[in-house]
């Protein structure tokens, strides 16, 4: 399966400290890749690269918010003096800071949402395109959202930041194509992860959302990473501007009434 192997490839992922992020992180380093997992704290990520580390892994870890330009610079700048190159770029960092209808939200809300969610995964791809492009290619995969396909209530504000990557997406792949950079999102549903603990905690809406899917039950954070690296890898050469759902059949689900 040499397709999928990441021997000799050089991965940054956001937002990796936990959930999606870190299982993400650790399957890549599994296939190969050396790794750098950041996050706004410095010491919730260095655990991950001691765990990729304690598994015969390559990890840096570096502290980087999305929301900050020169951080994210320095990310990018702190991954090529250390490993020589950067092959993929994995966008999971977020924010939701309003939880109920849209009109109930402050513009500082919708600010920091906007920043960190859209202009973060900007600034990233912004730094990296440059380095993919003079090494031959890279891949950059941006975790959306099914809230980004549709509108979900007291998600409005993070549904909207959401849909804006999804276009993010599929202008970069059109854009990056000719310099072989290849740009996808993944849209998860309901992961069990802290940062959606209201999700499939909270009984109320919880029940009602397990009813309704096809898998009945809600996602590991697992299960999103075995598509991370497909797309991370060379067996996704030919796939650019796609968005893959992740969400045991909500989707659909929800096309059905």
Request: hydrophobic residues 45%; aromatic residues 4%.
């Amino acid at each position: 399966m040499t397709e999928f192997s990441l021997e000799g490839k050089v991965a940054v992922i956001t937002g990796a400290s936990r959930g999606i992020g870190r299982a993400i992180a650790l399957r890549l380093a599994q296939a190969g890749a050396k790794v750098t997992v950041s996050s706004r704290k410095l010491e919730n990520v260095q655990a991950v690269a001691d765990e990729i580390a304690a598994a015969g892994g390559e990890a840096l870890a570096v502290q980087a918010h999305v929301g900050r330009p020169d951080e994210v610079t320095a990310l990018v700048a702190q991954t090529v003096e250390t490993f020589g190159r950067v092959d993929v770029a994995v966008n999971n960092a977020a924010t939701n800071p309003h939880f109920g209808p849209l009109l109930t939200a402050d513009e500082g809300q919708l600010d920091k949402t906007l920043d960190t969610n859209l202009k973060g995964v900007f600034r990233v791809c912004k730094a990296v395109a440059p380095h993919m492009e003079a090494q031959g290619g890279g891949k950059i995969i941006n975790i959306v959202s099914v809230a980004g396909l549709r509108a979900s209530p007291a998600m409005g504000v993070y549904s909207i930041s959401k849909a804006a990557v999804i276009t993010l997406t599929q202008v970069l792949a059109l854009e990056l194509g000719s310099a072989n950079i290849q740009v996808n999102g993944i849209a998860p549903g309901v992961i069990k992860t802290r940062f959606s603990q209201v999700l499939w905690q909270t009984p109320r809406i919880a029940e009602p959302i397990l009813k309704s899917l096809p898998l009945g039950r809600f996602g590991e954070p697992e299960d999103v990473a075995g598509l991370a690296l497909y797309l991370a890898s060379s067996a996704s050469d030919y796939v650019t501007g796609a968005v893959f759902l992740v969400d045991g059949g909500m989707n659909v689900a929800s096309a059905m009434g």
